[in-house]
């Protein structure tokens, strides 16, 4: 699985720009806020339907602009598939693949499967449960697209009970109808958590008993307090939750540990090679970890960023085609 090419039109700080792909190693170098990771976002969102930054399209639009488009050649297995994507400020964006409007994201996850690693992924150790969940998620939702389904659907039931649970404090008829909620809850949410079982070691307990005994819990908080919502895992080294007490050095180790995973399961369960994205990573990591970042790509396609190519120790790998990036231009040097 390779991506052959990419065409932008009005994303972000670029007007226009197409561009072809080696199916090795693409370096872009060049100074801070030009533009490089721009391009790594629109390959991830091409793939996934969804920034790695969590922006919104309007916010991803060039200025004063009302539209953009994103246009992508990929291949498997020698067969070559076209993305279009059309993003819109008021809008939902529109898909096409090969020429053909799809209805539903689920159509076009796993068409494309990335893995995107980037010095923000610190916060996937560090910061709340929430982002740990954000990236079981997104890799899950690569991989198979009923998950995508059933985890729309439980977050569109999640959010309706949620409501329910506070309009009671003005109507208390409305308590009979969270058993409509809850047994859609319990649908949708039992899928998720089996599902999700195959990527951490989440535990599966009888969701739907927990869910009923915290009625009483959920109507005083007016919020749903059982089920995946909730879910979380730790990154631990013996019995030291690295979180909390593991130094900077061992949070980066384990987010680069957590990523290496991620490639290593995509290859297995999908039985090809996921494209890696690193944006800007090299420099955040000390040159042991860069070699055992380096030594792990072996032959996935792999995008990256930095600021100058002194950067690299040169005779580490091949850089198949180097591209130099300023001001929303970029040049191909090699």
Partial sequence: MIIKSLELTDYRNYDHLNIEFDSGTNIFYGDNAQGKTNILEAIYIAATTKSHKGSRDSEIIGFGKDEAHIRTVVENDGIPTRVDMHLRSAKTKGIAIDGNRIKKAAELMGLCKVVFFSPEDLNIVKNGPSYRRRFIDMELCQLDSFYLYNLNNYNKVLNRRNQVLKDLYFDRS?????????????????????RRRKLPSVSEEDYETLLKSSRSKDLKSKMTGIGPHRDDFSFMTGEIDIRKYGSQGQQRTAALSLKLSEIDMMKKLSGDNPILLLDDVLSELDRKRQGFLLDSIGDIQTFITCTGIDDFVNDRFVMNRVFYVENGTVKQMS
């Fill in 174 to 194: 409305l308590e009979d109808s969270l058993v409509i909620w809850d047994d859609q809850l319990i649908s949708y949410g039992t899928k998720i958590i089996e």
